[in-house]
């Protein structure tokens, strides 16, 4: 079982930038697709992005994915932050499959 573990979380004022990581204590090599997800407080848990396996990273509107095999982590970029990011971030397969990590809490607030 692979346990995941996510970090980089903070707060930032709007308009901010911050990096999220998650490390595997496994191989994510063999790992189709990677995925960031985010639960804001009264709302269910979504996915943000998402990377394929042979991918190097991959865009999505203010937020770039990127995955380092070698490393066993998935990064996140998030830039030009809003309030509404505010949330606990969390990384799994898509569609998840491994025990939720403890998330990273992401506070966008001036």
């Known amino acids: 079982q692979v346990m995941l573990v996510e970090s980089g979380g903070g707060l930032v004022q709007p308009g901010g930038s911050l990096r999220l990581s998650c490390a595997a204590s496994?191989?994510?090599?063999?790992?189709?697709?990677m995925g960031w997800y985010r639960q804001a407080p009264g709302k269910q848990r979504e996915l943000v992005a998402s990377?394929?396996?042979n991918s190097a990273d991959s865009v999505k509107g203010r937020f770039t994915i990127s995955r380092d095999n070698a490393k066993n982590t998935v990064y996140l970029q998030m830039n030009s932050l809003k309030p509404e990011d505010t949330a606990v971030y969390y990384c799994?397969?898509?569609?998840?499959?491994?025990?939720w990590g403890q998330g990273t809490q992401v506070t966008v607030s001036s």
């Open positions: 496994g191989s994510i090599f063999s790992i189709n697709v």
């Open positions: 799994n397969t898509v569609p998840s499959y491994y025990a």
């Open positions: 990377i394929r396996a």
